[in-house]
Structures are given as C-alpha cells and as structure tokens.
C-alpha cells in the first residue's frame, strides 16, 4: 500500500514538473498584465531597465521593482525610468504605478562560501513572502499570482526568486509566468545563472545566435538591448 | 582631434598605463589626435603617482592629457570624441556604439571567466568595432580606418515587447 502511495506521489511530481512550466501557457488577455522585473545591480540592472523600457507601461501595469537590500544604484535607476516614462506619457504621479520591493542578497561578490548559506536562506524567504504568503492575504485577489509576468536576467538572488516561483506552483499556488533574458555579454557560453534556471522558466531569451542550440528551448530575437 | 580612453568604473592599471606610454602617444599624435582624456575608473598608475588624484593634466609627447577619476557624464566626452579605446564591457560598448562614435576595444585579461574577449571578437567579426591586446594597441591605432567599421543598428525596443506581448497572450 506504502509502495503504491510513494509510486503514485512521485508520478504526480514528475507529471507536475514536467508540466507546471507550460501549465498557464498564453492566458487569456486581461487589459493590463502586471509585472515583476528583478535588478540584479551595474549591467544586469541597466540591461533589465533597457528591457522594460521597450515594454507599453499603460498595458504593463502596475510594475514591481526587486532590488537587493543597499542596492541604491538600481533603486535610483528604477524611479529615473518611471519619471521618464511618466513625462513621457503624461501618466499622473499621484498614483504611482510602481513600487519597489528590497530583498536581501544571496550572495555578495567574493563572499566566503561558508557564510552563503545563512544569507541564502535569508533572501529565501523573503522571496517566499514576496511570491507565496503575501498574494494569499491580498484583499479580494484571492488565487492571484503576486504578478502575472516575471522578468529575470541575473546573477545569484534571480536564481533564489526563480526557485520559490517554482516551489509555488509545485504545491499548486498561483505563480507568474517567468521570462529569463541572458544578458548580451554572453555569446557563446550561458552565464551560472543561465544555466540553472534554464529547465525552469517559461521562456529563456538569448541575444546572440551562438547561445541557440538544435532544438534547445531558447529563443533569439537578435540584440534587444 | 580627441582620443576619449574609459575603463568605467572597473579597475585596469594596463589599458590606463598603456594609453599614457611613449608608442601609444607618439602614434595617436601621428595620426592627428592632439588631446586625450581618460577615466581611468579604479585603475591605479604606478608609473607616475601625480594621475592618482580626482583629475590631472599633462602635456606628453605632444598630447594634452587629462585624466578623471570618474567623469559624472561620460556621455559628453563621448559625444566630443573622434575615436573611443575602452575596456570590453558591454554596458560600454553598446553606449559607444550608439552614439556612433568609432571604437576600439581591449578586453581585460586578467578578469576570471573571461567574456570580454568573446564579446568583443563576435562584433568585430560583424565589423562594429576594432578589438585589440595591450601590446598590440599602438599598431592597431596606426591602421585604425573609422570609415571601414559597420554601423551597429540602433535599439529597437519593439522586439522586446512584441516577445512579451505574445507570451502574455496579447498577440
């Protein structure tokens, strides 16, 4: 009976993860869709906000900026793009149309391996609180995923974000869809980041035609940066 | 006609210590460029203590110098400038190359993991940009043609969007 429990128990989790990647393939449109960008600090961030600033931000609404606790260079870049954009568009300012989260780090450059893990768990569970406990308690969004549309490009704590999305859904709770874009400094070899979360991601965006492997899951849509 | 040398805001003593030696010099007073400015970011000069402030200016080899600590808007000298030399990192070069504005680029190698040489080879096999070595910098500023390099096309934020407009179901 045990062994027929345990059988049946591992099908189900291989079923579900080889499946929860395309299980909310292409949603019906909502007017708006709203989105999580993560900043990952120096280029990954300038290459994420290039990114999200070719996105229609009445379409794209509201905007969720992840950034890593001390992170100021990203944080100031973040509100610059939105001001731009709402000169641009001549959104008002009075409701803001985004926000920023801080989480903290993984892993800091150079940090001793030893004291990675502590700081890992950390970021985790922020993360956990951000993606799975805060949408349970959201007033009249019961089943809503913390944002419809993940947007990662790196380096470590994207890696940590992208684990609890996947955790979320492996338990069945709503998640967002989650787009990883590999920065344009890599053209012939992923970057760590890359590599692992290359099995766990709706889409995997690469910029240079080298990364495009024979019937590999990346897409190429040459420089978008 | 200005020479317009960035590490960003990296640390590479050999490109800066390059830049301000004897052949590098003679060899862009040669060519015409009379005036030289460099951010030389976290790159110390070990050769001549005095470039280790916020800014100084020299005259050598019959070229005016001046070097920044960090310049708040490197946008500005870039604008200025007839030719670029700059470390490989890609935030760099696709600003440079945006702007229009001549480049040759020299990837960093005592950087671990290096990709800056990857990056830079792949776009000048597409012709954007001229890539080099620290030995090699002066021969290649000799028979540097700006006229011969490939314009590299502007951004073109639609191919983002549309990608996440049909993944999200609005196409």
């Given amino acids: 009976m045990s062994t027929c429990t345990t059988i049946l128990v591992l099908l189900s989790l291989f079923f579900c993860i080889r499946h929860t990647r395309l299980a909310s393939a292409n949603p019906r449109p909502p007017q708006t869709c709203s989105i999580a960008i993560f900043l990952g600090s120096g280029g990954h961030t300038t290459e994420a906000l290039k990114l999200v600033s070719a996105l229609d931000f009445g379409r794209y609404s509201p905007r969720t900026y992840i950034v890593s606790k001390g992170d100021t260079f990203s944080a100031q870049k973040a509100l610059a793009l939105e001001h731009i954009k709402a000169a641009d568009h001549a959104f008002s300012d009075d409701q803001p149309q985004y926000k920023l989260l801080f989480i903290p780090r993984a892993r800091r450059v150079h940090q001793s391996l030893l004291s990675t893990p502590p700081d890992a768990v950390k970021s985790l569970l922020a993360c956990m609180r951000i993606v799975a406990v805060r949408p349970l308690f959201k007033k009249g969004a019961f089943r809503q995923p913390f944002v419809d549309l993940l947007i990662l490009n790196g380096p470590g704590t994207c890696v940590i974000l992208c684990i609890t999305i996947f955790l979320n859904r492996l338990i069945g709770l709503p998640s967002p869809r989650v787009m990883y874009v590999e920065s344009f400094a890599r053209v012939k070899s992923l970057s760590l980041s890359g590599k692992l979360l290359y099995h766990f991601t709706d889409r995997f965006v690469v910029q240079w035609p080298g990364l495009v492997q024979p019937g590999g899951r990346e897409i190429y849509r040459g420089c978008l940066v | ?171």
């Fill in chain 2, 1 to 171: 006609m200005l020479v317009f040398v960035t590490v960003g805001s990296t640390r590479f003593d050999a490109l800066v210590e390059a830049s301000i030696s004897e052949p590098v010099l003679s060899t862009l007073r040669d060519s015409g460029y009379d005036r030289l400015i460099i951010q030389r970011g976290n790159s110390v000069i070990e050769s001549s203590e005095e470039f280790n402030g916020e800014s100084c200016t020299i005259q050598r080899h019959g070229v005016d110098i001046e070097i920044w600590r960090f310049k708040p808007f490197i946008q500005a000298e870039c604008e200025q400038a007839d030719l670029v030399i700059s470390h490989a990192g890609s935030g760099t070069i696709l600003d440079v190359l945006r702007l229009g504005k001549p480049l040759i680029v020299v990837p960093n190698p005592t950087l671990l993991d290096n990709h800056q040489e990857e990056l830079a080879s792949a776009l000048q096999i597409l012709g954007h940009l001229k890539a080099t070595s620290i030995q090699d910098l002066a021969s290649t500023i000799a028979s540097f043609e700006p006229r011969d390099l490939v314009p590299f096309p502007p951004f073109d934020g639609t191919k983002f969007s549309k990608l996440v407009d049909e993944e999200m179901g609005f196409i």
